[in-house]
Antibody
Framework: QVQLVESGGGVVQPGGSLRLSCAAS????????MHWVRQTPGKGLEWVAF????????FYADSVKGRFAISRDDSSSTLYLQMNSLRADDTAVYYC???????????WGQGTLVTVS | DIQMTQSPSSLSASVGDRVTITCRASQNIDNYLNWYQQKPGKAPKFLIS???RLQSGVTSRFSGSRSGTDFTLTINSLQPEDFATYYCQQSYTVPLTFGGGTKVDIK
């Protein structure tokens, strides 16, 4: 049973930083790419970032490029999202997702809320 | 970026109804179209991949189809557990993009 558990959300001031974590279990983490997807009431679902199974390829949405960094630690089956220079419009629930293929989100965590205010 | 336009944004239906939701891509995405269901306070759940491939464990009341850049999610004989918000998503290229969602509620 795939399980993804996000943590690290909270309230942060504009310009601040936060690191989200996603603990994965129930599958061979090192064999799968992972994504972060966020959701706001006003803008719906927005893809944020992708990291390939080997960590060698990363993609980012333009809205976060240069400010956010996705990474992974296969030894602990943990996905990370380092968020710097946070803005009010980064306020959202952040989900980590496991991929099928590269770009399909077949399992989701419960989400962690980030509030920039 | 590929824009995904979903319609309607909301609809009201009764148990037993047949419901159709449409998603239009701004350019060709072949069959790289996926559907998700989201209930209040929960994460989205993957339903359909490649326009029409039902995820294992998903009821056959759900079906998907494609006509060019238009995609359709159909729910046959709507059941109480189907009242939710549905999203389409293109997996053709980055940036990956979602439709705006269709909320299906009880008439």
């Amino acid at each position: 049973q795939v399980q993804l558990v996000e943590s690290g959300g909270g309230v942060v001031q504009p310009g601040g930083s936060l690191r989200l974590s996603c603990a994965a279990s129930g599958f061979s983490f090192s064999e799968y790419g992972m994504h972060w997807v966020r959701q706001t009431p006003g803008k719906g679902l927005e893809w944020v970032a992708f990291i390939r199974y080997d960590g060698n390829i990363k993609f980012y949405a333009d809205s976060v490029k240069g400010r956010f960094a996705i990474s992974r630690d296969d030894s602990s089956s943990t996905l990370y999202l380092q968020m710097n220079s946070l803005r009010a419009d980064d306020t959202a629930v952040y989900y980590c997702t496991k991929v099928r293929g590269d770009f399909l989100f077949d399992s989701w965590g419960q989400g962690t809320l980030v509030t920039v205010s | 970026d590929i824009q995904m336009t979903q319609s309607p944004s909301s609809l009201s239906a009764s148990v037993g109804d047949r419901v159709t939701i449409t998603c239009r891509a701004s350019q060709n995405i072949d069959n790289y179209l996926n559907w998700y269901q989201q209930k209040p306070g929960k994460a989205p759940k993957f339903l359909i991949s490649a326009a029409s491939r039902l995820q294992s464990g998903v009821t056959s009341r759900f079906s998907g189809s494609r006509s060019g850049t238009d995609f359709t999610l159909t729910i046959n004989s709507l059941q109480p557990e189907d009242f939710a918000t549905y999203y389409c998503q293109q997996s053709y290229t980055v940036p990956l993009t979602f439709g705006g969602g269709t909320k299906v509620d009880i008439k």
